[in-house]
C-alpha cells in the first residue's frame, strides 16, 4: 500500500519532531545548539532575517460589554502595513492597579473568533485582562494560508 503525500510529510515531521532533541541530554547540550535552533525557527517563520521593529500603532474600533466585562476590538501593526486585529476583554468594574493578563489563540470556527467568546469572558470575569487574536480569514483578518490546500505555495 502507497502513502498519500500528507501521510508522507506527516510521518517524515513526527520523526523529525521525535530527533529533534535527541542529541540533547544535559544543559551544555542545549547551550551549544541553542541559537542555532532559535535561527532555523525564525528561518521557518520567514522572520530570518528578522524585519523592523515598528510601532504597533493599535488603533480601537468598538467597544461592547456585557455582566461582569467590556471589551474593545483592536487593530494592531505588526510588521510596517501588515497588520493584525484582536478583541481585549476587561473585568467590568475594573480592579485596582495591574491585571493579570491571558493570550487566547482560537481555532477556525465557522463562525470566527466570536465563537471562542465565552472564553475571554470567562478570564475577565474572573479579573483578567484576555487578548483573543483574529485567526487568519477569521472575523477582521481576512488574510489568506491556505498554501498547500489550494496548491499555491510560497517559492522557497
Not at 9 to 37: F, K
Not at 104 to 118: D, E, I, L, P, R
Request: glycine share 10%; proline share 8%; hydrophobic share 35%.
Amino acid at each position: 500500500m502507497s502513502l498519500t503525500i500528507w501521510k508522507s510529510l506527516s510521518d517524515r515531521a513526527e520523526r523529525m519532531s521525535a530527533e529533534a532533541l535527541g542529541d540533547v541530554s544535559t544543559l551544555p547540550d542545549w547551550e551549544r545548539i541553542r541559537e542555532g535552533r532559535r535561527r532555523e525557527f525564525w528561518r521557518c517563520l520567514g522572520l530570518d532575517p528578522r524585519p523592523e521593529a515598528c510601532d504597533p500603532a493599535v488603533r480601537e474600533y468598538s467597544t461592547f460589554s456585557g455582566k461582569g466585562f467590556r471589551a474593545r476590538n483592536v487593530g494592531f501593526q505588526i510588521l510596517p502595513d501588515c497588520w493584525g486585529s484582536a478583541a481585549v476583554y476587561y473585568p467590568d468594574p475594573p480592579r485596582e492597579g495591574p491585571a493579570p493578563g491571558v493570550l487566547y489563540v482560537c481555532g477556525h470556527a465557522k463562525t470566527g473568533v466570536w465563537h471562542y467568546q465565552y472564553c475571554p469572558i470567562m478570564w475577565a470575569r474572573r479579573a483578567y485582562v484576555c487578548l483573543i487574536v483574529d485567526a487568519i480569514e477569521q472575523h477582521d483578518n481576512p488574510g489568506e494560508h491556505h498554501g498547500q490546500i489550494t496548491g499555491r505555495q510560497e517559492p522557497g
